[in-house]
Each structure stands twice: as structure tokens, then as C-alpha cells.
């Protein structure tokens, strides 16, 4: 009974065009909307950053939901020297939906700003990955869904950019700017027919949350790429699926910004982050019954 309910609230996502895409695709949420849109009858652009995997990926989506892809292999870490090669793979390509997914934190842990081993190239790869990817990418591709009268825009925000929170200040700065970047655009562009959402999840299984087993809490990323594109022409403002709306509402009532900025409130995300390093530590003796692979826990383009 509820599955129908969900197939009867669903958005025909074909009529926006017949091309989706998704950047940060070979993993974690990018991929499993890739797969997703796929299910639903799109071909699908895959761009990331190993060529390998993004053509395992294509070839894994072609043989299971039959859909045409293409791959643009970039790191999008390097800034603007790679916008114009993407711009000539785009051409003449009928985009009915792209999906700015990808992104990065500024370190594996929660920490100070001035922390990082390298903050001088960490700040720059996070503010091109994050920030200057969306932008770019939306002004790519917008202009042809404005021409159609049509198109949907997808920006992966995140509920780290809802209240401010110490020991992730530039990664949920750049979220914050994806929030409002997408609302902007929103008004400036829904009357002209297209579409903009902007989705703040909190906690899925991938590789950047170092793949925690889902509960009532954490997500696969499948599940949570499901239930946010079934709000596609409900909500332009999304946290994606239920679970995360009401983490959403209880975090900001027990854990409000002022509390979160306050020195208390510091202390205990300090205590927090210390905890979290040493299970980690733990997790990574030789003998431990489960050990923690963190090698790609940063960045969801690989």
C-alpha cells in the first residue's frame, strides 16, 4: 500500500528531456541517483574523476536498466581549467536534468580550520569541488532548459548547513552557499519553467560518512536517492526523505545553532571528534574484528 502511494506521487521525470547529468556518479548518493534516474527512463552522463570506474558504472547501468550513458572523466578539485572540455562533450545533448552531487569535506575527521596538514591546497580542491562546481555546471547547462521552457536543476546541499557547526566550518560554509545559490535560483527561474530543488541530507551509508551500516537513522544511499527524487515537483527544499526531515526538526530544537557556537557546545564536539578518532584508531589494529577503509571517506567524485 505505501509503495503505491509513492509510484501515484511520483514526477514523470522523462519530460524534462531525455539526458540526466550527474556529477560525482561512480559512488555514494551520485551514483545511486544515477541509478535512480536510470530506473526511470534516462540516459544517463556520468562525470567524475576515475576513468575506470565511471566505466564500470556506464556499463552497469546499460546492462541493467538498458539506458544510453556517456562519461566525462575530471577532478573537478582543479578549478576552472576544466570547464571548457566538459562544455564540448555537453554539446547538442537534450539535458533534461542535471544533478550537482558531487563534493568533499575538508578533512576525515571534525577539527579546527587551521588544522589541516595542508590547508593552503585543502581550502582551494574544497571551494572548487563544492562551490565553483555547482555554479559552473548550473551555467553550463541552464540556459538550453530556460530556451526549452523546461529542465531540473538537483543541488546536494547538506544538514551540516543548516545551523552553524564548529569543527566543519568551511565544508558546511560551502553547503550554506549551495542552500541559498539554489532558493535564488528558484525564484529567479521557476517562472520561466525550470526547476530547481535543493537537498540537505543528513547521514547516508557512502564512502564520505566512512559507510556506516544503515538503521532507523542512516540511509543506503539507494534508499535515500529513491525517496528524495519522489519529491521532485512536491518541494523545492528538501532533506530528502522523512527520516531526515524529523533529524532535521530535533536537531535544530536540542542542538541549536547558539548552542552549537557556544564553548559548551564546542567542548562537546571536541569530546566528540576525540571519540571518534580513537574507535577509528581502534578499528585499524591489526586483529580488529572490523577494520575502516577511509582511503576515499573525503570526496564523492572519485
Known sequence: ???????????????????????????????????????????????????????????????????????????????????PAITEKLHNLDIGILVNNVGMNYAET??????????????????NCNILSVTQMTRLILPQMVERGKGLIINMSSEAASQPQPMLSLYSATKIFVTHFS???TSEYGPLGVTV????????STNMTNNPGPNGIIMRASD??????????????????????????????????????SSFGVRLTEKFASTQQKREIMAMQPGALNETDTSNSTMQNK
Not at 29 to 39: N, W
Not at 230 to 249: E, I, K, M, R, W
Request: charged share 20%.
Open 1 to 83: 500500500m505505501c509503495l503505491s502511494r509513492q509510484e501515484y506521487w511520483k514526477t514523470d521525470l522523462r519530460r524534462y528531456g531525455q539526458w540526466a547529468v550527474v556529477t560525482g556518479a561512480t559512488s555514494g548518493i551520485g551514483r545511486a541517483y544515477a541509478d535512480e534516474l536510470a530506473k526511470r527512463g534516462l540516459d544517463i552522463i556520468l562525470v567524475s574523476r576515475s576513468e575506470e570506474k565511471l566505466k564500470t558504472v556506464a556499463l552497469e547501468i546499460e546492462m541493467l536498466y538498458g539506458r544510453q550513458t556517456r562519461v566525462i572523466q575530471t577532478d573537478f578539485t582543479e578549478g576552472p581549467v576544466i570547464y
Open 110 to 127: 571534525l577539527m579546527n580550520f587551521l588544522d589541516n596538514p595542508n590547508p593552503e591546497q585543502r581550502i582551494t580542491e574544497v571551494i
Open 183 to 185: 532558493r535564488c535560483l
Open 197 to 204: 530543488q535543493c537537498v540537505a541530507p543528513f547521514i547516508v
Open 224 to 261: 535515500f536517492a529513491r525517496a528524495a527524487l519522489n519529491t521532485v515537483g512536491h518541494s523545492d527544499f528538501t532533506s530528502g526523505c522523512f527520516s531526515h526531515a524529523l533529524q532535521h526538526v530535533a536537531l535544530t530544537i536540542f542542538f541549536p545553532g547558539w548552542f552549537r557556537l
